[in-house]
């Protein structure tokens, strides 16, 4: 009996697909999303907890095999608190059991040399330091103006903002693609 049982256990887990799952933190925010491996990676649902920290957090999920999306108001305190949610819920979810690799993006924590690079120290001394990457938002901004306006405005001056509750102002001049 116990050899039936641990052929028809392996047999389950063989025919479960690997999963990979992907987070990004932000810095009031988490998005996510799963992954199944096959020949490609096949996505199966994505989603996103944001307004972390306030009293209007909450969690938006699509499933793309079924096309059903949903959301639903959570109480979080803070990223600690959203997180413990966030894999309480994803545990529940098909798939889940069968991931084999997670993918995470955290944007705060950097080493203090890179918050003090990029700003004259009189303005370190005032508490203003450099928290996040914002580069990857700016350069698409700049490749949109490209696309709709032509080249020729972002070859000039430019004051681009992301705004969040990560934000950030950038003055570009004669932008080159790397």
């Known amino acids: 009996m116990q050899d039936f049982v641990l052929t028809s256990l392996y047999a389950i887990m063989n025919s479960i697909k690997s999963c990979v ?15 199944e491996i096959d ?14 920290g306030t009293k209007h957090t909450k969690l938006s999920f699509t499933n793309t095999i079924t096309k059903q ?3 639903v108001n ?5 990223h600690d608190d959203a997180a413990n ?3 309480d819920w994803l545990e ?4 889940f059991v069968s991931v084999k690799a997670i993918g995470h993006r955290i944007v705060y924590g ?11 120290q009189r303005f370190n001394a005032m508490g203003i330091q ?7 938002s700016y350069a698409y901004l700049i490749e949109e103006l490209s696309r709709v306006a032509g080249s020729e405005p972002a070859q000039g001056r430019l004051i681009l903002a992301h705004l969040g509750n990560g934000a950030s102002l950038a003055a570009i001049k004669k932008w080159q693609k790397c």
């Open 130 to 136: 450099r928290y996040g990457f914002h580069g990857l």
């Open 92 to 95: 529940k979810q098909d798939g």
């Open 39 to 52: 020949e490609s990676l096949k996505q199966l649902f994505y989603g996103e907890m944001e307004g972390i």
């Open 85 to 87: 949610f966030l894999i």
């Open 110 to 120: 950097m080493p203090p040399v890179a918050k003090l690079l990029p700003i004259p």
């Open 69 to 71: 999306k949903n959301s």
């Open 74 to 78: 959570i109480e979080t305190v803070d």
């Open 21 to 35: 799952l992907t987070i990004n933190g932000g810095s009031s925010s988490i998005k996510f999303a799963l992954y």
